[in-house]
């Protein structure tokens, strides 16, 4: 029986790792929950699974969570702590009972409780981007340091890690990341301008939160996972190339020094790399629909057009540049997307504010947590003074 927690409950990441959970009673039990501000949906969450320990970030929807667990008959013999804040979320990540952590966290707040939870000693299934991408260095030399396996549940680097399974990481020649262009990826850049939320938020083939698909209409999706698969499988950026594949099925690849192509490919369904890196290395049977190759008949790969998603080519430079620059990076895009979707700026505004925000910011080394949570606040401040 693995004992998990979960980072960012009441995401679509979240509720896919719940899924499993009540799928598999007899391999996972939940002992921890996190979310953001959602306390209706983390209460229906405690009253299905019964975890020991809760937290929110919202200090007010923890105490309305605490108010009502202690008003609901069903779960008057439930001892569950209710916790608030950064420092609640930490005491969830490192709950002694827990044998894997989900960082499933939207966004840089996940970087504290998904670092903490490494320096206790947790498995990690990683499927929040932002760890790796802020704090790359810090966070898999404290990994090596306290011995912890980082298991990606992204389905890119699932598929990288699937298709490196048994090889000589010296025989690797390039990594090849896979995306579907996102919903605008066929829309004329002079069209742009007038893209509202809601045209955004429509994608393709994968459904996913509001942040990230927003990220995967602007390409910045790819790049930080370009960041993220640099420091998960320690290849250089000039050996990890991207390629647009519109049929999401074909997940990412791995070439090899003689030519051979490593490719894991399946259906669009995020249940499948989820519930690998939470039961590895053994797989579980899903149920999912099998890939019939007959039906989709043909795959397609085009390289990305980064005149009209420069997000992408940001993400490399700030790979390149190193030391503060990613966290900078990362921080001018929340807030741009956070302004997008609120109606405060128009979508082609993201990438312009990203590159003011790293042209006026002098790269530092990233030595500690602490340099790269000051770069992460100047970065955030930068950027929103540019939008007022």
Not at 121 to 147: H, Y
Not at 273 to 286: D, S
Not at 322 to 328: D, F, I, L, Y
Request: glycine fraction near 8%; hydrophobic fraction near 45%; aromatic fraction near 4%.
């Amino acid at each position: 029986m693995k004992k998990i927690v979960l980072l960012g409950s009441t995401g679509s990441i979240g509720a896919n790792t719940l899924h499993l959970a009540a799928d598999f009673p007899d391999r996972f039990e939940v002992v921890g929950l996190t979310a953001g501000s959602n306390d209706d949906r983390l209460l229906a969450q405690i009253r299905r699974f019964r975890p020991r320990m809760a937290a929110l970030s919202d200090e007010a929807a923890a105490g309305r969570l605490r108010r009502r667990c202690r008003s609901r008959r069903d779960l008057r013999d439930l001892k569950i702590e209710i916790l608030s804040g950064m420092d609640g979320l930490v005491r969830v990540a490192t709950l002694d009972e827990a044998d894997i952590v989900v960082s499933a966290i939207a966004g840089s707040v996940g970087l504290v409780p998904t670092l903490e939870a490494i320096r206790a000693k947790k498995t990690i299934a990683l499927a929040n981007k932002e760890p790796l991408v802020m704090a790359g260095s810090i966070v898999q030399q404290e990994a090596r340091r306290q011995g912890v396996a980082i298991l990606p549940v992204d389905s890119e680097h699932s598929a990288i890690f699937q298709s490196m399974a048994g090889q000589r990481r010296s025989d690797v020649r390039r990594l090849i990341l896979t995306a579907s262009g996102g919903p605008l990826i066929d829309l004329p850049l002079a069209k742009w301008r007038t893209i509202k939320p809601a045209q955004a938020l429509k994608h393709p083939t994968w459904r996913m939160g509001t942040k990230i698909t927003i990220d995967s209409a602007t390409l910045m999706n790819k790049g930080l996972e370009v960041i993220e698969a640099h420091w998960l499988f320690d290849i250089p950026p000039d050996r990890i190339d991207v390629v647009i594949h519109r049929q999401s099925i074909v997940h990412s690849m791995v070439e090899y020094r003689d030519g051979s192509v490593i490719a894991q490919m399946g259906i669009p369904d995020m249940r499948g790399p989820l519930a690998y890196a939470l039961n590895y290395p053994e797989r579980l049977p899903l149920g999912l629909p099998s890939l019939d190759l007959t039906k989709v008949k043909s795959l397609t790969f085009e390289p990305p057009d980064l005149k009209k998603f420069p997000c992408l080519g940001y993400a490399y430079e700030a790979l390149k540049t190193g030391g503060t620059m990613p966290a900078v990076l990362n921080a001018a895009n929340e807030v741009a997307v956070a302004a997008f979707l609120s109606g405060r700026i128009g979508l082609l505004e993201i990438a312009r504010l990203i590159r003011k925000t790293m042209d006026g910011h002098v790269p530092q080394a990233a030595k500690s947590l602490e340099d790269v949570l000051e770069a992460d606040r100047w970065g955030r401040e930068r950027a929103l003074k540019t939008i007022q």
